[in-house]
């Protein structure tokens, strides 16, 4: 019962997963004794069953990488990251503590637990590796207060900018604190919470027009209209 992929690999629709005795599952269907990928996405094998996990706007961990990532679990030595990746990324105590802790000890839930949310770089990341985190460099650790906007990872690129000069000019005419993360979170913190959600309807404005010229122009002239308004 011959399977042609390995879990994680990437698969396109009507590759040929494997032949035999197998289940079907999400992104995938059968015909015969064949299973085959029903969309673009990442191969699984759960046991008998095979299934395929989307890609489309989902984020893929690549090494340095800056993300800003959830936790979503705690163990004695090690946090769970939820990175909007189809995998929990791994914070080792190790990688965010400048010396070694005792876990018996030091319970780390007192400096990161569940619920908070951290600016950390992806170290590696393989197909037998879930993504390994660190936040001991410049910049990067827990994020406090301020809010978190989501958008499409895809359209990054284009909320930093050539040389960062899109983000950099949103904070030049805000004053506000802003993280972008690769995996298609930002975080912003204002003084005044109503320029975080001015620069909610920045983010929106660059996703529907990124593919457009002139972008960066029509964004500071959308900034400066909106302060005007609500310095009124």
């Not at 992929?5 to 997963?17: C, R, Y």
């Not at 000890?105 to 950390?120: F, K, M, S, T």
């Not at 895809?154 to 050539?162: C, E, F, Q, S």
Request: with cysteine.
């Amino acid at each position: 019962m011959p399977i042609y992929f390995q879990s994680k690999d990437i698969v396109l629709p009507g590759d040929l997963l494997a032949e035999g005795d197998y289940k079907a599952g999400t992104g995938t269907f059968k015909e015969n004794s064949k299973i085959y990928s029903a969309v673009i996405g990442l191969f699984e094998i759960r046991g008998k069953i095979l299934r395929v996990i989307s890609l489309e706007g989902t984020y893929i961990p690549r090494p340095n990488d800056v993300v800003i990532g959830k936790i979503v679990d705690v163990s004695p030595t090690n946090w769970k990251v939820e990175i909007r990746a189809p995998y929990l990324a791994n914070l080792p105590a190790a990688n965010y503590f400048e010396k070694p802790i005792d876990p018996l000890r030091e319970d780390i839930r007192r400096h990161l637990n569940v619920g908070d949310v951290i600016v950390a770089k992806i170290v590696s990341f393989n197909r037998t590796q879930d993504p390994l985190l660190t936040t001991k460099e410049r910049g990067l650790g827990k994020l406090r207060g301020g809010r978190i906007i989501e958008m499409a990872c895809t359209k990054i690129p284009r909320l930093i900018g050539r040389k960062g000069s899109m983000v950099n000019m949103i904070k030049e005419e805000t004053g506000c604190r802003i993280v972008v993360g690769q995996n298609g979170r930002v975080w912003v913190s204002c003084k005044n919470p109503e320029y975080e959600e001015l620069i909610e309807k920045v983010i929106r404005k660059i996703e529907l027009e990124a593919h457009t010229s002139g972008l960066t122009d029509r964004v500071r002239e959308l900034i400066r209209r909106e302060k005007g308004r609500l310095e009124k």
